[in-house]
């Protein structure tokens, strides 16, 4: 699968209780919202709510950000594996552009009904909600 371009899509804005005791953004807040874009990443694409964090790679701290900075989160898959689905993350000022965290890969994996690894039977990312079941859609389950 050749490389895709990160989207970002995702804001959030750092908040006196996401700060650590220098004054920054908690890794530990910023890491949490990324599993979390991650995960809504991969139920879109894989088409299934049972989806869980498999393994994240080195975790680099580029920048910090302070309260009231905006920040945003991008996401690109870069290939689907038979039961899984690994992507790159970044997040960056929504204002300055610079980079506050890159994340290399991020490994999701599809779980079926009994909570085990499942084939997912898709090879390319989509643009579309077409995936998410239609039982996700009316509130069901």
Same mark, same amino acid.
């Given at each position: 699968?050749?490389? %895709?371009?990160?989207?970002?899509?995702?804001?959030?804005?750092?908040?006196?209780?996401?700060?650590?005791?220098?004054?920054?953004?908690?890794?530990?807040? +910023?890491?949490?919202?990324?599993?979390?874009?991650?995960?809504?990443?991969?139920?879109?694409?894989?088409?299934?709510?049972?989806?869980?964090?498999?393994?994240?790679?080195?975790?680099?701290?580029?920048?910090? %950000?302070?309260?009231?900075?905006?920040?945003?989160?991008?996401?690109?898959?870069?290939?689907?594996?038979?039961?899984?689905?690994?992507?790159?993350?970044?997040?960056?000022?929504?204002?300055?552009?610079?980079?506050?965290?890159?994340?290399?890969?991020?490994?999701?994996?599809? +779980?079926?009904?009994?909570?085990?690894?499942?084939?997912?039977?898709?090879?390319?990312?989509?643009?579309?909600?077409?995936?998410?079941?239609?039982?996700?859609?009316?509130?069901?389950?």
């Amino acid at each position: 699968m050749e490389q %895709a371009d990160i989207s970002f899509r995702t804001r959030k804005w750092v908040r006196p209780e996401d700060l650590n005791a220098n004054g920054t953004l908690f890794g530990g807040s +910023l890491l949490k919202w990324i599993d979390e874009e991650a995960a809504i990443y991969a139920i879109i694409q894989l088409g299934n709510r049972r989806v869980v964090t498999k393994y994240i790679s080195e975790i680099n701290f580029v920048s910090s %950000a302070t309260q009231g900075d905006l920040v945003e989160m991008g996401l690109a898959a870069t290939r689907f594996g038979r039961t899984s689905l690994s992507m790159r993350a970044e997040v960056r000022n929504m204002i300055t552009r610079q980079t506050i965290l890159k994340i290399d890969e991020i490994v999701f994996v599809n +779980l079926g009904d009994d909570g085990k690894p499942t084939p997912h039977g898709y090879h390319a990312i989509t643009y579309e909600r077409d995936r998410i079941p239609t039982e996700h859609l009316d509130g069901s389950r």
